[in-house]
């Protein structure tokens, strides 16, 4: 439905042009959600800004469903637009927002009023279309924004960091809602946001952006058991990920040798490896293990980080709440292979 093929845009003069989008290619087929993951200023809201219309190219092309979208303007594209700050009309009502995008359509009062009332059912504010804006919750005001983006039945609806400004239970909340809703509808949705436990809970497929390119695009499985290179790891926060050197089976690396899957590349590498990868056992573990010192321990719920020294080298674990080992105490660490994953080397 959505094609992006070779897209640039550079911003400031030519002497000391910006680019915020470097050739990027990218596809999103119909009832696909993508959501589109990367650190501030990695290009997320150029790229929507671009499928929107809202920004022009400096190169590349945007199409929707086949067609050239170049001189095509927002009003003509047939995407709705949600944005983080949500941007509702403060004078008018729930149902009045709801209904902005038909009355511009010409749709008439009667249908304007069915579809708000459907709308606001499907959103879960059944019967709120006289309430004020004002005297809403944020979490309120989100879902009658999405209602609105919603109401003139979009082909892409596209969501710019679109739970960004709720605390983290009603955020998971939503976003369950939401997978759930886009599903029943079969909306096409290109998302942006910058919580990657938010992206792989909603998205189909995740793109993960660095310094306006694409630097890996997946399944929200595949790029968390494969990311892409050492720069995605440790931005889906993993912290076991250290230059390494690999040899046959065996990887040296700053915390001794690391055994690696086998067919993994040979010579100069990043590894990764995951803190369930790190075998934690109390005093100095069976013969050859790794000596630590326990640094730090985080509770995660039913799971404690533990954060290990070896010499100068770090190391993240994690433990069970009942075995986690102390602050300061001696542990033994073994690696367990399938939890190692090699990279490239890093730039
Ligand atoms: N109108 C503009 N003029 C000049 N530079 C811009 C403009 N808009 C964006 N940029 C630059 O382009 C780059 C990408 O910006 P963009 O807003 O797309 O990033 P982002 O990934 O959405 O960031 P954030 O998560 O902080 O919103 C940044 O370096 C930004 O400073």
Redesign the pocket.
């Known amino acids: 439905m959505l094609s992006l093929a070779g897209v640039t845009?550079r911003?400031?003069d030519r002497k000391a042009p910006?680019?915020?989008?470097d050739a990027v290619d990218l596809e999103v087929a119909e009832h696909e959600i993508v959501c589109v993951l990367?650190?501030?200023?990695?290009?997320?809201?150029?790229?929507?800004?671009v499928v929107a219309g809202l920004?022009e190219l400096s190169g590349g092309r945007v199409l929707l469903d086949g067609a050239d979208q170049a001189g095509v303007p927002v009003h003509r594209r047939g995407v709705g637009l949600m944005f983080?700050d949500h941007q509702l009309f403060p004078q008018r009502d729930v149902g009045g927002n709801v209904a902005f995008g038909l009355r511009m359509r010409g749709v008439s009062r009667d249908e304007q009023a069915r579809r708000v009332e459907e709308l606001l059912d499907l959103v879960g504010l059944p019967g709120a279309g006289r309430r004020a804006v004002s005297a809403l919750s944020g979490g309120e005001q989100q879902r009658v924004a999405l209602a609105r983006a919603l109401a003139p039945r979009p082909r892409l609806l596209m969501l710019?960091?679109p739970l960004g400004q709720l605390d983290r239970s009603l955020r998971e909340r939503l976003v369950a809602e939401l997978r759930g809703l886009f599903g029943r509808l079969g909306t096409t949705v290109l998302a942006?946001t910058?919580d990657q436990g938010e992206a792989f809970a909603l998205a189909d497929r995740v793109v993960v952006?660095r310094d306006?390119r694409v630097a890996q695009s997946g399944t929200p499985l595949e790029v968390w058991q494969r990311p892409a290179s050492a720069f995605v790891a440790r931005f889906l926060g993993f912290e076991n990920v250290v230059p390494a050197t690999v040899a046959g089976s065996v990887a040296d690396t700053p915390w001794g040798r690391v055994p690696v899957p086998a067919g993994s590349s040979q010579g100069a590498v990043t590894l990764l490896v995951r803190p369930g990868g790190v075998r934690v056992s109390a005093g100095s573990g069976e013969p050859g293990a790794l000596r630590c010192v326990v640094a730090a321990r985080t509770f995660r719920g039913s799971r404690v980080g533990v954060s290990l020294r070896a010499g100068e080298a770090l190391l993240e674990a994690e433990c069970e709440v009942g075995g986690a080992p102390r602050e300061g105490e001696v542990v033994g660490v073994t690696f367990a292979e399938d939890e190692v994953v090699v990279l490239p080397p890093s730039r």
């Open positions: 845009v911003f400031g910006r680019t915020a989008l990367g650190p501030s200023g990695s290009g997320k809201s150029t790229l929507l800004r920004q983080q710019d960091e942006v910058h952006m306006g």
